[in-house]
Nanobody, 123 residues
Framework: EVQLVESGGGLVQVGGSLRLSCAASGFTFDDYAIGWFRQAPGSHREGVSCISDSDSSTYYADSVKGRFTISSDNAKNTVYLQMNSLQPEDTAVYYC????????????????WGQGTQVTVSS
């Protein structure tokens, strides 16, 4: 059974940090790019960051560049999203997803999704 399980969300003050984890199982982790997405109430699900399965190249949305860092531990089948300098506009449910094709911030290219973890940034 394919599973992607996010963890690490929570409530944090403006300027604070959180590290999200995405634990994968049930598929060949090394063959998939992993992406992080987020969805705020009333908004579309948007791509935040992704990491390539082939060369570990990383990609970021402009809104998080310089603040968020994605990384992967293939031995643990886990991808992390370190989020620093958090702002109220980062408040959303964060999802990780797996794509068998290539790393992209386009949610339509992803095959498997986790259930999400809530991140709330208070001002």
């Amino acid at each position: 059974e394919v599973q992607l399980v996010e963890s690490g969300g929570g409530l944090v003050q403006v300027g604070g940090s959180l590290r999200l984890s995405c634990a994968a199982s049930g598929f060949t982790f090394d063959d998939y790019a992993i992406g992080w997405f987020r969805q705020a109430p009333g908004s579309h699900r948007e791509g935040v960051s992704c990491i390539s399965d082939s060369d570990s190249s990383t990609y970021y949305a402009d809104s998080v560049k310089g603040r968020f860092t994605i990384s992967s531990d293939n031995a643990k089948n886990t991808v992390y999203l370190q989020m620093n300098s958090l702002q109220p506009e980062d408040t959303a449910v964060y999802y990780c997803a797996a794509s068998r094709y290539y790393p992209t911030l386009d949610r339509d290219e992803y095959d498997f999704w986790g259930q999400g973890t809530q991140v709330t940034v208070s001002s």
